[in-house]
């Protein structure tokens, strides 16, 4: 059988009429773990090596742009900006380089040294809050909020720098500051607009609407070449599918973090984004998703952030099962000579994919199935008594088996009497 699921999996996922509202423009992905991520009180700042790595990963894996920093944070962050910057310019990689910066003329100036000292372009991720509730919190009003968008942006485009609008807390602004703010940073010269989703407030409907509307604005002033940038949080757990209707709904390019890690409760995470658009057919040509793997233990390893057992695709638990009546349909689906088959049995999502492999262990919810497989992958000639002994250890305890105290199992069963 072929890799076709159309005969076995009624897909309940396909959009038989997508929304009109689509981007125009070709999806990509900005990589935000090295800035918004490693702001986590719970992360340990990588290491610049490490930090070269991750960036080396993000491009294998074929992202398009990566946040290398906020230099105007201080001198420790400049010299790492400008270290990777230089890295990816040795490297010859292909990945674009953008730096995150405050509506200040300090922080902008702050990449554009970067840049300068790199040889390299860097794109400006200029941000300014944009929401009532933080007006009134810092005493700002539309004079100010205009002044520093344009000062700061015509900064960056006298330098030859593309810049990016960020407005902050974007899904808590109203329309009237947003046709405003956007309006004036489009004239001044900025080539993009960053929709955000700050403080994890919003819903898929919001989404929709907020995107909707924001390409709608772009389309009625003739603003069609400016793209959307979505950046969204997971406060409300929401991060991924947020991220995937605000694709649909017309941004081109979206943020995430490895693993979602960032302030609070993290970023969207980017490798479930990637994984999700893989799976419903909308991810783009041109990646290596095999990689994702790799990427996501390299930054939890870097940031001292363990993984949950049971994260998306990298879980320890992932593709692993000791419950006995999935174990047996896995084991029947292998014994058809189907990869394809025990891989989506009691999968949504294929392991052979992405590098990985289904696991089935011992423990006190399996059955004979269970351990007959073990015995066989690990090796073990199949005695009925020794099955009989495993399973029965096993259920009268509360957990899975290890390995090692699978062993030391069958070695004290064959030991003679």
């Not at 790799?294 to 952030?305: L, M």
């Not at 990869?339 to 990985?356: K, M, N």
Request: with cysteine; hydrophobic share 35%; net charge negative.
């Amino acid at each position: 059988m072929s890799d076709n699921t159309s005969s076995l999996i009624y897909d309940w996922n396909i959009q038989d009429n997508p929304s009109e509202k689509q981007s125009r423009f070709s999806t990509t992905f900005y990589c935000e773990t090295l800035r918004d991520g490693i702001q986590s009180p719970s992360v340990t700042d990588p290491t610049i090596d490490e930090k070269k790595h991750l960036l080396e990963l993000a491009d294998a894996i074929g992202i398009h742009h990566i946040d290398i920093g906020l230099p105007g944070a201080g001198k420790r962050a400049t010299s790492d900006c400008i270290m990777l910057a230089k890295h990816a310019k040795d490297r010859n990689l292909s990945i674009q380089l953008g730096c995150a910066a405050r509506t200040h003329v300090n922080d902008i100036e702050a990449v554009i040294e970067v840049s300068q000292q790199a040889g390299i372009a860097i794109e400006i991720m200029a941000f300014i809050g944009s929401s009532p509730i933080r007006h009134y919190t810092e005493n700002w009003d539309m004079d100010i909020m205009i002044e520093r968008t344009q000062t700061a942006i015509a900064l960056g485009v006298k330098n030859n720098l593309p810049v990016t609008y960020v407005t902050e807390d974007t899904t808590r602004s109203d329309p009237e500051m947003l046709s405003t703010l956007f309006e004036h940073a489009i004239n001044t010269g900025a080539h993009r607009l960053c929709v955000c989703d700050t403080v994890g407030h919003s819903t898929p409907q919001g989404v929709s609407k907020l995107l909707t509307w924001t390409r709608d604005f772009l389309d009625n002033k003739g603003y069609h070449h400016i793209g959307i940038d979505w950046h969204g949080h997971n406060d409300r757990g929401l991060g991924v599918i947020n991220s995937i209707v605000a694709i649909d709904s017309g941004a081109d390019r979206c943020h995430g973090t490895a693993l979602g890690i960032g302030e609070r409760v993290g970023n969207a995470a980017l490798d479930q984004i990637l994984v999700n658009l893989y799976l419903l057919g909308k991810l783009p040509s041109g990646y290596d998703l095999s990689k994702l793997t790799t990427w996501c233990h390299a930054t939890s390893q870097a940031t001292n952030i363990d993984i949950h057992p049971q994260y998306p695709l990298v879980g320890s638990d992932a593709f692993r099962t000791a419950t006995g009546v999935h174990a047996s349909a896995i084991i029947k689906a292998e014994k058809k000579g189907e990869q394809w088959l025990a891989d989506r049995i009691y999968s949504g999502v294929p392991a052979e994919t992405f590098g990985l492999h289904q696991i089935i262990e011992i423990g006190h919810y399996s059955g004979e199935s269970n351990v007959v497989y073990w015995l066989e992958k690990h090796g073990y000639d199949i005695d009925p008594s020794l099955v009989t002994a495993l399973l029965d250890h096993a259920k009268k305890g509360s957990r899975v088996l290890s390995n090692h105290e699978i062993e030391t199992l069958i070695e004290q069963h064959n030991k003679p009497s």
